[in-house]
């Protein structure tokens, strides 16, 4: 039976002599939780595990976007839609996307995610020229202005080509290329980073009864199986992302499973993105029943995702989120720089 290893993260100056840094940089672990299927977790000393496990949750993670892995990085989610779940129709004028890019960039996001798609629960498909024309000018406008790093978040090849010639510099997919094949191709060709996120079903339908085995466990092994398929397509290993996709074909359970077993993921050998900010289960479990009630509890995930060694955390809220990181990691003897 496959084993499954998970650190068992902590951060501060109180470090035992035998603790192991992540690949994060600014998180340590001494011991691991086993996983298998067919039995409850194990935890066993950080050095009993294979090296081969050991070398995955230990080396540091390459650049991303020319962003370093070293440090939380905030990605400011840009919706140029009229009808995203927490802002649509706020950002779908283009002065109005620049200058909230440019704005999110003053309060400290390291990376724009730009979207003209919106992914919600029960979303329709935007067609490939509507969703090429709300987010290219965007971008070429913010390229204009700023050398930021800028993400496409896309499942077609055709609107990542677009995006790629306006200047975008990473490709989001929350279908992993499953949607649109062809995408894969493009990121290779242009030599781009790319963010594989796990989401069950379609935006139409993933909220139709999802169901799991193990989610925790089934997640992993849809992931692992989508950096291997984006290798074979010709993209570097070092150039991947992976999301676990909190919200997408998921119940409030079913997220609280992911985000209590975050750390599994960086057994991959990849950075790990969370993005969370503003979803309904928030609202479910802390209250707020509109989006923009919800960045308290959007802060209190994004905090619980640098604890466990996430690398980037894509936030609506990019002044709060940077602050409470700012704070942190201050605490904890760390700098977010």
């Not at 987010?135 to 390229?143: G, K, M, N, Y």
Request: charged content about 20%.
């Amino acid at each position: 039976m496959t084993a499954y290893y998970r650190p068992l993260v902590q951060m501060g100056m109180d470090r035992p002599a035998d603790a192991l840094s992540l690949a994060c940089g600014w998180c340590w672990f001494a011991q691991v939780a086993v996983h298998r299927r067919d039995a409850a977790p194990v935890i066993v000393a950080a050095q009993d595990i294979p090296d081969q496990a050991l070398v995955r949750l230990t080396t540091p993670r390459a650049p991303i976007a020319a962003l370093e892995m070293d440090r939380p990085r905030i990605m400011g989610i840009l919706n140029v839609t009229p009808d995203s779940f927490s802002d649509g129709g706020k950002f779908n004028q283009a002065d109005r996307a620049v200058a909230h890019a440019l704005q999110m960039l003053g309060d400290g996001a390291a990376i724009i995610d730009i979207g003209g798609e919106s992914t919600r629960p029960g979303a329709a498909e935007v067609p490939i020229e509507d969703e090429i024309d709300r987010t290219a000018p965007v971008i070429a406008a913010i390229r204009e202005q700023s050398e930021v790093p800028i993400s496409i978040d896309t499942r077609k090849a055709a609107v990542a080509r677009a995006a790629i010639a306006a200047g975008a510099s990473m490709i989001n997919d929350v279908a992993a290329f499953t949607y649109d094949p062809e995408l894969a191709g493009v990121a290779a060709s242009a030599e781009l980073p790319v963010c594989l996120m796990h989401a069950q079903g379609s935006p139409e339908t993933m909220q139709a009864d999802p169901r799991y085995g193990d989610v925790l466990l089934d997640v992993y092994d849809f992931l692992a199986g989508r950096i291997e398929a984006a290798k074979a397509a010709g993209i570097a290993a070092g150039q991947i992302v992976i999301d676990p996709g909190i919200g997408f074909g998921k119940t409030i359970e079913h997220n609280l499973a992911l985000l209590r077993g975050l750390s599994l993921f960086h057994g991959l050998g990849c950075p790990i993105l969370l993005g969370a900010s503003r979803k309904r289960f928030i609202g479910s479990l802390g209250g707020g029943q509109t989006a923009a009630d919800r960045v308290a509890g959007s802060v209190a995930v994004a905090l619980h995702g640098l604890r466990q060694g996430v690398q980037i955390l894509r936030v609506h809220d990019t002044f709060e989120t940077n602050q409470a990181f700012d704070l942190e990691l201050a605490i904890n003897g760390a700098a977010q720089g």
